[in-house]
């Protein structure tokens, strides 16, 4: 059991559908069905049952879903206790070490404020944190998931880092990348099947031949000769350093980095975004930049072609 079923209890018995109860929450309706039919499986007790086209509480229910809402109000009211003169920032493992770390650094040097930086699975976990008021900034993949504010702070590209003894083209056309032996993420991880649908969407059929969920152990992997992974930045420059080749794709694959917040910022988040603009200068490609011709653009699991000279994202629901 856990927050967010609660969360999710709580909004489908004051919306009465999950579908209304999705919407009210910015998530996908199958996420609410999911967790709502996962709570009700661990405690046994059927909380919804079908009234026409909506959800009635049963009788076991109004207890489940009174319970709840106490929670879930306990927690908002015990975060808005927490000390306001710490900024809470979140993001995933990869973009926390690329621009967040750094960005913090940065921050904390020329301004003297406390940061907490709290680094996360995914990047619809940065989302909810930033919704419930447990981060004041988050760091995410684009496009962000409906209800938040966004700010762009540029493109990150895509390169392939390879083993040291490996002769390999720069740039690589990504048709030669199913010819290859390839690292991953262990099976069954998201992000294993999120690099294999946009490998499939590329019309490449990969060549899995080792997988872990150790993301430095992925880069030991390519320096021993193991197979190629993707990487980006200040991860492929360490690569690098460590013995790895590298290479850029072609096609040149880049997805666009932003800081999303809630609502008017504090003065302390919108300082803390003018240093994560400093830190993007390093790393990421700015929209502008005339080299993003001929890109495709990866948005979560979809890879985009893209015109050249029209690199635009599609607007944010």
């Keep these: 059991m856990n927050l ?12 009465g559908t999950m579908t209304r109860a999705a919407a009210e929450l910015h998530v996908a309706q199958p996420a609410v069905s999911r967790a709502v039919r996962s709570l009700e499986a661990e405690i046994d007790v ?6 026409g086209r909506g959800l009635r509480v049963t009788r076991q229910g109004r207890e489940v879903v009174a319970l709840a809402r106490r929670v879930v109000g306990d927690v908002e009211r015990i975060s808005n206790l927490r000390d ?3 900024l809470h920032v979140c993001a995933v493992a990869g973009q926390a070490g690329e621009l967040g770390s750094p960005a913090v650094a940065r921050f904390v040097a020329e301004t003297g404020e406390r940061v907490a930086l709290d680094v996360v699975d995914s990047r619809e976990d940065v989302a909810d944190a930033v919704r419930d008021g447990r981060a004041h900034v988050g760091l995410i993949e684009l496009p962000a998931p409906a209800g938040l504010e966004v700010v762009s702070l540029g493109w990150q590209e895509i390169v392939l880092i390879h083993p040291p003894d490996w002769t390999v083209d720069d740039p690589l056309d990504v048709d030669r990348l199913g010819d290859m032996r390839l690292l991953s993420p262990e099976s069954g991880n998201w992000r294993h099947d999120k690099v294999l649908r946009n490998l499939r969407a590329a019309g490449i059929e990969p060549r899995i031949a080792a997988e872990t969920n150790d993301r430095s152990l992925l880069t030991s992997l390519v320096q021993q000769g193991a197979g190629a992974w993707f990487s980006y930045g200040r991860q492929a420059q360490a690569a690098v350093a460590g013995g790895a080749g590298m290479v850029h794709l072609s096609p040149r694959p880049l ?8 609502g008017e910022m504090r003065p302390a988040a919108a300082r803390f975004i003018d240093a994560l603009r400093a830190e993007a200068q390093q790393t990421l490609v700015p929209a502008d930049d005339p080299g993003l011709e001929n890109s495709a653009w990866i948005s979560g699991d979809e890879v985009l072609a893209v015109p050249p000279g029209r690199l635009r994202p599609p607007p944010r629901s």
């Design 4 to 15: 967010q079923q609660l969360r999710y209890v709580v909004a489908t018995a004051d919306e």
């Design 46 to 51: 059927t909380v919804f049952e079908r009234d």
């Design 84 to 86: 306001t003169t710490v």
């Design 255 to 262: 997805r666009e980095i932003g800081a999303v917040h809630r």
